[in-house]
Structures are given as structure tokens and as C-alpha cells.
């Protein structure tokens, strides 16, 4: 069974422009997470996908955070335009709504922002 | 903002030797998880507990839950040298929504 995919593995930006991650969810994950976390940080939940509808965003800062899941599938997080603080890692997972492992959740390997 | 806290921050210990990591939380949930993080595998999901448990093992690795002093411990036994990672807590409260802990650094020395 392939992993979520991730890409780019890494990326480094000038404050003020704008950057793209995407994600592939492991087949048949309903449910689809993107990430932030901070050097020294756990994880912290941005938005959660259920297909392509959105279950939380609460976290999302969402006057220069954006995402999609259009087709409930595979997913895009945009930042526009990037903060110094948005330096961090961005990590997508996907989990199934049915079955024994139902609330565990996979992770891909990330995306590692530096913005200077 | 950030559910869980882990104790202690870091650990070091010797190959073979059994490493302990405790998680407090502030608000109800119905489940807690356990997750590792190294710069090899990413972030992997080690083992779950519904709040109706209080003890739970898979392999070397045993979980406890403590729902109403609000903690779990974690207790690795006989300890690798790769199982030098950071561990982290996770709670989910209702829709498979995690809060991630702040994590504890362990590193298991030859």
C-alpha cells in the first residue's frame, strides 16, 4: 500500500511571496489532514477534509491560508503571501471512516518552509 | 494550541534499559494516541487507547490511561538504540480531530 505523498520535500521563499504543497492521501482515505509544525513543536491541526468538504478549519489562518481538496482526492495548501512564521514543516495525513483502524492516522513525509 | 504535555522533555538512556514518558491533557477525549517522529520514517502512529481503557500493550510498547487524573504514560521496554526518537501524545476529543502534545526527546544510547 503506497503512503501519503508529499511535494515539494523542501522549500525556501522570500517573505511576501506565495507557495503551493500538495498532498496524496493514501487510496481510499476519506479523511485528509494538513499539518503545521513548528522546530521544537508537536503538530498542529490547520484544516481536515471529510471527501472534499471541510470538517475543521478553526486553525487556519485564513487571510493568507487557503486549501482544497477539490475532487477528494489529492489536496493543495497555498500560503499567500508568506510571514517569517510560517517557517515550519507541513505535514499531511489521511485515515479511513471505516474498519479497525479507523481514528489512526498516516502521515506523509512533509514539507520542510523556510521563508527568509 | 497545543493539548498535551509530555514529561519529561528529554530522556536519555542506555540500550536495553526501559524508558517511561507521561501525558497530561486538559479537556475530555475519546481516545489518546501515541505517536513517533524520526528524521528517518516521519511520523508514525505507535498505539491507541480508547477512554474506556486503562491499559493497553502492543509488543515492547505498553500505554496507560488515567481519565480522571487527565494523564497517560508511555513505557517502551528493553529499549533500542532505534527507538531514539521524539514521542508525542495526541487526543482526540470527537472527529478524529488530534491535539497534538509538545513531545519528549528520547535518545537510547549504546
Known amino acids: 500500500e503506497a503512503g501519503v505523498a508529499q511535494s515539494p520535500r523542501y522549500k525556501i521563499i522570500e517573505k511576501r511571496q506565495s507557495v503551493a504543497f500538495w498532498c496524496n492521501p493514501i487510496?481510499?482515505?476519506?479523511?485528509l489532514y494538513w499539518y503545521q509544525q513548528i522546530l521544537g513543536q508537536g503538530p498542529k491541526l490547520l484544516i481536515q477534509f471529510q471527501n472534499n468538504g471541510v470538517v475543521d478549519d478553526s486553525q487556519l489562518p485564513k487571510d493568507r491560508f487557503s486549501a482544497e481538496r477539490l475532487k477528494g482526492v489529492d489536496s493543495t495548501l497555498k500560503i499567500q503571501p508568506a510571514k517569517l512564521e510560517d517557517s515550519a514543516v507541513y505535514l499531511c495525513?489521511?485515515?479511513?471512516?471505516?474498519?479497525?483502524?479507523?481514528?489512526?492516522?498516516?502521515f506523509g513525509p512533509g514539507t520542510r518552509l523556510t521563508v527568509t | 494550541s497545543q493539548q498535551g504535555e509530555e514529561d519529561p522533555q528529554a530522556l536519555s538512556i542506555q540500550e536495553g534499559e526501559n524508558a517511561t514518558m507521561n501525558c497530561s491533557y486538559k479537556t475530555s477525549i475519546n481516545n489518546l494516541q501515541w505517536y513517533r517522529q524520526n528524521s528517518g520514517r516521519g511520523l508514525v502512529h505507535l498505539i491507541l487507547?480508547?477512554?474506556?481503557?486503562r491499559e493497553k500493550h502492543s509488543g515492547r510498547l505498553r500505554v496507560t490511561l488515567d481519565t480522571s487524573k487527565k494523564s497517560s504514560s508511555l513505557l517502551i521496554t528493553a529499549s533500542r538504540a532505534a527507538d531514539t526518537a521524539s514521542y508525542f501524545c495526541?487526543?482526540?476529543?470527537?472527529?478524529?480531530?488530534?491535539?497534538f502534545g509538545t513531545g519528549t526527546q528520547l535518545k537510547v544510547e549504546l
Open positions: 495526541a487526543t482526540s476529543g470527537g472527529g478524529n480531530k488530534l491535539t
Open positions: 495525513a489521511s485515515s479511513s471512516v471505516t474498519g479497525k483502524r479507523l481514528y489512526e492516522q498516516y
Open positions: 487510496s481510499g482515505h476519506a479523511t
Open positions: 487507547i480508547r477512554s474506556n481503557e
